[in-house]
């Protein structure tokens, strides 16, 4: 049996900790898709393009891994493109409370008994969030080292263009 599982989240912009999830789930199924959702009610930094190739470049180097997107309910995708297990990373004691309940009433909408997968992060990545690397890259602040390289260029880019 092909374990199929699903990442998925806005990733705007990914993160060093959503990498070291992605990198370690990688590890523990045949086959990972990095689902970025669709929210337009959402200001994003990266439009839903740019950060579908953003993660694309970020995990070039994991052969089991795809990109895709998806706007809707977690459980309609998930049962319409049958993965086995959806992957959630928890940073802090409250993603647990939030995750346990997501979890919990994605149990009753997953078909053919879809699992959550909760994995802690590495410590070191522990305190990052995307809307904290937004916030201190909008105000001038150093990012690198916790964004991959090319999302650090990116984040660069899209400021500087603001700019002007």
Request: proline fraction near 2%.
């Amino acid at each position: 049996m092909d374990r199929k599982a699903l990442y998925a989240g806005s990733f705007d912009p990914l993160t060093n900790g959503h990498l070291n999830i992605i990198e370690r789930a990688s590890s523990l199924f045949d086959s990972l898709t990095i689902a970025v959702v669709v929210n337009p009610n959402k200001k994003s930094l990266f439009s839903v393009e740019e950060r579908v190739e953003i993660a694309k470049e970020a995990t070039s180097h994991l052969k089991n891994v795809r990109i895709d997107q998806f706007s809707g309910l977690l459980a309609d995708y998930v049962n319409d493109e049958g993965f086995n297990a959806v992957v959630r990373g928890l940073r802090v004691t409250n993603d647990f409370d939030n995750e346990l309940q997501m979890a919990q009433m994605n149990a009753l909408l997953f078909k053919n008994g879809a699992e959550t997968v909760l994995l802690m992060t590495d410590p070191k990545y522990s305190f990052i969030s995307s809307s904290l690397i937004k916030e201190v890259a909008t105000l001038g602040g150093d990012i690198s080292g916790l964004v991959p390289e090319c999302v650090l260029r990116r984040i660069e880019n899209k400021l500087q263009e603001e700019s002007k």
